[in-house]
């Protein structure tokens, strides 16, 4: 029986979807609450997207929130470790970033897969009114996809974090290059394996590219495209992901020519040149790769960087100019 404090269609969606995934399959442990949970979120998303009780144009608002409530957690993983507390279960971690991670999941196996996976893992007799564990979900969704799920659940379910994409692009006539560098928001993930998509815009051009980095950094190119005026990272929300910068390298050198920093990587200084005809007023911010400002101070050549952990992080320098900025690496 499912008790309601409203009866809002997002709410009944959500406690319905509980006859199926927590009623009719168990979570067989606390640690895999997010089978119970998460789905009965996303099932909920799929009522907008779907059009049942709910009108579709609300699936992309509804997509675009969970994913930033997901991406508010940058330490933490779908699958509970810590079983403690309620707080430590019924969070929006479980809830909203499993959420997030089903979609993805869906993404990566695509719809025919994904959802005979589910019904298949629903349907079966050994679990149908008794308990469930994660691998059960896995081994069904191996099952109608046809290939091995392991690197996912191991960086996505059971891993911390989620990956923060940087994207240059450039264009020489039909030639065209897509830089991706994925910079993970814990560093006990190494690398998110998914397809990532790109939305190409421009001279009789409207289209969808799909790139599949297996490193951290990669280049693709490709040949007699069109001349691009823009390109969007993730459009229509496929895959869990932030997005740090997506920019055409002109651009990033339009910004930075006057400015030069060196060593890069660094582990104690950096080395800045800048050079502009209004120098006066100047002042050097550090951020990190999540927009926070954990360094400032006035310009000087040397700066002292062996304060800050190792990652990756943004230099920038406001004139009166202009402002400028560069991306650097400190390591020890």
Same mark, same amino acid.
Request: glycine share 6%.
């Given at each position: ?38 789905? #009965?979120? +996303?099932?909920?998303? !799929? =009522?907008?997207? $779907? ?8 699936? %992309? ?81 191996? #099952?109608? +996809?046809?290939?091995? !799920? =392991?690197?996912? $659940? ?8 989620? %990956? ?169």
């Amino acid at each position: 029986m499912s008790f309601m404090g409203n009866y809002g269609g997002g709410l009944k969606a959500h406690e319905l979807a509980h006859q199926w995934f927590g009623n009719k399959i168990t979570c067989g442990s606390w640690s895999d609450l997010w089978l119970n949970e998460a789905f #009965a979120t +996303y099932i909920t998303g !799929l =009522t907008y997207e $779907f059009g049942v009780v709910h009108n579709t144009n609300f699936w %992309p608002v509804w997509l675009d929130q969970t994913k930033r409530s997901g991406l508010s957690f940058p330490n933490g993983s779908v699958y509970r470790y810590d079983t403690s507390s309620v707080n430590s279960l019924f969070n929006n971690q479980v809830y909203n970033k499993g959420a997030i991670t089903l979609h993805t999941l869906r993404w990566k196996m695509g719809d025919s897969a994904f959802f005979a996976g589910v019904r298949n893992y629903i349907d079966d007799t050994t679990l149908a009114y008794s308990f469930a564990r994660t691998p059960d979900l896995q081994r069904h969704l191996e #099952a109608s +996809y046809g290939q091995s !799920l =392991t690197e996912f $659940f191991n960086d996505w379910v059971y891993g911390p974090g989620f %990956p923060q994409m940087y994207t240059t692009w450039s264009q020489n006539g039909g030639n065209f290059t897509l830089n991706v560098q994925q910079i993970p928001s814990d560093t006990n993930v190494s690398f998110f394996e998914i397809p990532i998509p790109y939305r190409l815009i421009g001279n009789n051009l409207d289209t969808v590219i799909v790139v599949d980095p297996s490193t951290n950094f990669q280049t693709f190119s490709f040949t007699n495209i069109p001349t691009i005026q823009n390109v969007i990272f993730n459009p229509n929300d496929r895959i869990f992901a932030a997005e740090l910068l997506t920019v055409q390298v002109d651009e990033i050198n339009k910004k930075q020519n006057s400015l030069t920093i060196f060593p890069n990587p660094t582990s104690e200084f950096l080395f800045v040149s800048l050079n502009d005809s209004k120098p006066t007023n100047q002042r050097v911010r550090i951020y990190n790769l999540q927009g926070k400002l954990v360094q400032e101070q006035a310009i000087q050549r040397n700066i002292d960087v062996s304060a800050l952990s190792n990652g990756f992080y943004v230099v920038e320098i406001v004139s009166e100019e202009q402002t400028y900025r560069a991306k650097f690496q400190k390591v020890n």
